[in-house]
């Protein structure tokens, strides 16, 4: 959830918050703090604003399917899905999962990335 996205613009401004550039070349913002529209344990935000809610929808699994990759914005917003899963992939066949985020951990270090990260990796 990012406020760049029309729905959850229009949900914050209804609920009386802003969404801003707080200087040029930054990221849009909620309320100039934060940069994405939905979190969990940000007990300084306005929870009518920013929600503790998450989007559920229930997908089966394609058989094809080895890896699932749970990372906060800190991640993604340096690396893309597919750069995320390449990176898995390439390293899986000599290198332990928790190594791997580890390492993914560092190349987002790397891609000066500036937010708190987590990532799991969890394979089937």
């Known amino acids: 959830h990012k406020p760049d996205d029309p729905a959850e613009q229009e949900r914050i401004h209804e609920a009386g918050g802003r969404i801003s550039k707080p200087f040029a070349g930054d990221v849009l913002r909620v309320e100039n ?13 306005d929870k009518h604003i920013v929600p503790p809610m998450a989007d559920i929808i229930q997908y089966p699994r394609d058989s094809s399917a080895a890896y699932l990759i749970l990372a906060c914005d800190g991640i993604w917003d340096v690396m893309t899905n597919e750069e995320v899963a390449s990176f898995v992939v390439n390293h899986i ?7 791997i985020a580890a390492q993914l951990i560092d190349e987002c270090l790397r891609r000066d990335s500036t937010d708190n990260m987590s990532i799991y990796i969890v394979k089937f």
């Open 33 to 45: 703090q934060l940069a994405m529209t939905r979190v969990l344990g940000d007990f300084g935000m």
């Open 93 to 99: 066949a000599t290198t332990k999962l928790e190594n």
